[in-house]
């Protein structure tokens, strides 16, 4: 079992910056494809970045190109997202996401059914 908490949303004005952080159980932690999406109330999840550190691939929604970027320190079982440039678009819930299954060199889609564990989530809310 793979346990992810993730931390650091908060409320923020348009133009500015947060970073999210994800802390992942699991002695696995490095082989695992990992993802964040994001999600506003009565609408699908949708994919935001993901990141394979096997093979050194990043990969983003289009709305946050040049914007967000995802990290991994793998020392510390943690994965970050951090956003600049925020909009008032970019409000939602922010989950993490574990790919366990997909193997070490195929993880880190952009699909919700790729992953197999979640964070609880946390808001984040950016005001005009």
């Known amino acids: 079992q793979v346990q992810l908490v993730e931390s650091g949303g908060g409320l923020v004005q348009a133009g500015g910056s947060l970073r999210l952080s994800c802390a992942a159980s699991?002695?696995?932690?490095?082989?695992?494809?990992m993802g964040w999406f994001r999600q506003l109330p009565g609408k699908e999840r949708e994919f935001v970045a993901a990141?394979?550190?096997?093979?050194?691939?990043?990969s983003y929604a289009d709305s946050v190109k040049g914007r967000f970027t995802i990290s991994r320190d793998n020392a510390k079982n943690t994965v970050y997202l951090q956003m600049n440039s925020l909009k008032p678009d970019d409000t939602a819930v922010y989950y993490c996401a574990a790919d366990a299954s997909s193997g070490r060199y195929y993880g880190g889609g952009v699909n919700v059914y790729e992953y197999d564990y979640w964070g609880q989530g946390t808001q984040v809310t950016v005001s005009s």
């Open positions: 990141i394979n550190w096997s093979i050194g691939r990043t």
């Open positions: 699991g002695r696995a932690f490095s082989t695992y494809g």
